[in-house]
């Protein structure tokens, strides 16, 4: 008896930048697809809106390809510490999220693809040679978990979840013009085993506070909201902090925070993300042309290792052991002053 399910190639389960960069490049090849976002709008989350514009030879605008929703280019990275400050010379793409993911969608849209915001995947099932989405009744032969933190598609796939992650929430603070830098502060009166910033946008600022240690989060952010009353638009999100996480299984597969694609140390997931939505679209492009018979999806995981597998560890340690030195101010600020060497 034939199936009354809805069929599609591909089911994409989150909207977030990762999810939509995927969007976009299946429908530049026509590649059908079903992209599922929870929220009924776009960006529902903190995020401090600040991209890394280049890693390992891989640009962002070279992956977005419009200037639709860019706030600012700051020029330096200040870190504030109890022992004085440090200046990187890293500069920061900042953006209006929200503007940037509906730019995305626009993108994906005009060339065929379907988003839908306002659908909560409740269960990821197999029936057959097909993976089943439900409560919506859709039937495809890949899954993509673009969900983060708390994916359904990698407890679907039988993947643990990152041990080691944040608790972060973001708003908007106005009240004093934005500078050209960046400002992160790693103090323990500010935030114990964890960090605040204040990133400018055009008009205002991307001010937040993210913690390692959630027993403790709460009260760091009554305190860090009272030092600014005047701040809207409050959000708040859990951040994987750890190595990725297998990333693909049978007839599935996981991008973003979902596989922990996280440079832990400054938990910079915007542009990992995309990099690894631009792998997993290549191999998924691949396989629509063989109409996904047999398909290999372990070539996802070797292109965006091969890509970006030293710069996650590399984050992943250099967080750890910023995290071990937390104890000490003096033993931080002297690791802080090291590393500007490094990025010199």
Known sequence: MESSHLKTDVVIVGGGTTG???????????????LL???????EKSCGEGITPEIGGCKFFDLYESQVGIERI???????LDYGDV?????????DKRAVEQELA????????????????????RVRDQIRIEPQ???????????????????????????????????????ESPGNACIVEFKKSVAQYGYAWLFPRKNDWNIG????RAPLFRQQLARFQQRYPGATGWRTAVVPLDLPVQSYGKDAILVGDAASQVVSVFADGILPGMICAREAAKVLIGLSHRNFANPDLSAYEKGWKSMMGDTFRNGYFV?????????????????????KRVYR
């Open 20 to 34: 939509l960069t995927l969007a976009k490049f299946l429908s530049e090849e026509q590649v059908d697809f079903i």
């Open 74 to 80: 700051t020029d330096s990275m200040r870190i504030r």
């Open 106 to 125: 626009r993108q994906a849209i005009s060339r065929g693809g379907d988003v839908r915001t306002g659908e909560r995947v409740r269960q990821v099932t």
């Open 37 to 43: 976002e929870a929220d009924t709008s776009f960006f």
């Open 87 to 95: 200046e990187f010379d890293l500069s920061n793409i900042m953006v």
């Open 137 to 175: 009744g859709i039937e495809a032969k890949v899954v993509v978990g673009a969900d983060g933190y708390g994916s359904i598609v990698r407890r679907f796939m039988g993947v643990e979840k990152p041990r080691h992650f944040g608790v972060a929430a973001a708003g908007y603070w106005a009240e």
């Open 209 to 212: 506070i993210g913690s390692v």
């Open 319 to 339: 967080h750890r052991l910023m995290m071990g030195l937390y104890f000490s101010d003096h033993l931080l600020y002297g690791f802080m002053k090291l590393m």
